[in-house]
């Protein structure tokens, strides 16, 4: 199963919004609605901030939207933080038991 | 609160075998309908999944893995385990457990803890 592709880096001033592609197949992305976005901050476990696509658990900020289109699923950060620089990294189902991860975001409050 | 927390040896030489555990707190590892998984994250790198588990079902693995890992669970001690076989260097990661909660994603997550391959 290959990774799920993420662009390496993205960024953006405090207030503005980015949003972060994340490119599968038909196998995964494009087949199963399971995909979900984790946010790291160096030296820390990863976050759950998307699942199901677009739901959010709960104590994330609704300023964390998640969308998709065919094979590709995006997070879109508004309003951006100081504290949302972080790596950012979506994930999805290969089949019903089975998972693969994009390689990585890395977001960047200018 | 649910807690996981990983535990095993920092080091290990290059041929031998890791041994983890991951210890869950706050609820039963028997609970509900609950996947449990391994992660890991080599430095500087993205996250792979290893395996996932269900303690009344089956057991998964990343097929670039497969041939080496084994995952145990332990409900006395509501605990599962990862063993993986014939290291190498390119198996120098921090090691991460999390409940998979299917489509709802993976949460918690332990602390991870950073196993070195090296001689």
């Known amino acids: 199963q290959s990774a799920l592709t993420q662009p390496p880096s993205a960024s953006g001033s405090p207030g503005q919004s980015v949003t972060i592609s994340c490119t599968g197949t038909?196998?995964?992305?494009?087949?199963?609605?399971?995909v979900s976005w984790y946010q790291q901050h160096p030296g820390k476990a990863p976050r759950l901030m998307i699942f199901?696509?677009?739901k959010r658990p709960s104590g994330v900020p609704d300023r964390f939207s998640g969308s998709k289109s065919g094979n590709t699923a995006y997070l879109t950060v508004s309003g951006l933080q100081a504290e949302d620089e972080a790596h950012y990294y979506c994930?999805?189902?290969?089949?019903?038991?089975?998972?693969?991860f994009g390689g990585g975001t890395k977001v960047t409050v200018l | 609160q649910l807690l996981l927390r990983e535990s095993g040896p920092g080091l290990v030489k290059p041929s031998e075998t890791l041994s983890l555990t991951c210890t869950i707190s706050?609820?039963?590892?028997?609970?509900?309908?609950?996947?449990w998984g391994w992660f890991r994250q080599p430095p500087g790198r993205g996250l792979q999944w290893i395996a996932n588990?269900?303690?009344?079902?089956?057991?998964y693995y990343n097929p670039s893995l497969k041939s080496r890992v084994t995952v145990s669970v332990d409900t006395s001690k509501n605990q599962f385990s990862l063993r993986l076989t014939s290291l190498t260097a390119a198996d120098t990661a921090v090691y991460y457990c999390?409940?998979?909660?299917?489509?709802?994603?993976?949460?918690?997550w332990g602390q991870g803890t950073l196993v070195t391959v090296s001689s």
């Open positions: 999390a409940r998979d909660n299917g489509g709802y994603g993976l949460d918690p």
């Open positions: 706050g609820d039963s590892i028997t609970s509900k309908t609950y996947f």
């Open positions: 588990t269900y303690v009344r079902g089956s057991t």
């Open positions: 038909s196998g995964d992305v494009g087949t199963y609605n399971y």
């Open positions: 199901e696509v677009s």
């Open positions: 994930s999805s189902y290969v089949d019903p038991n089975k998972l693969v």
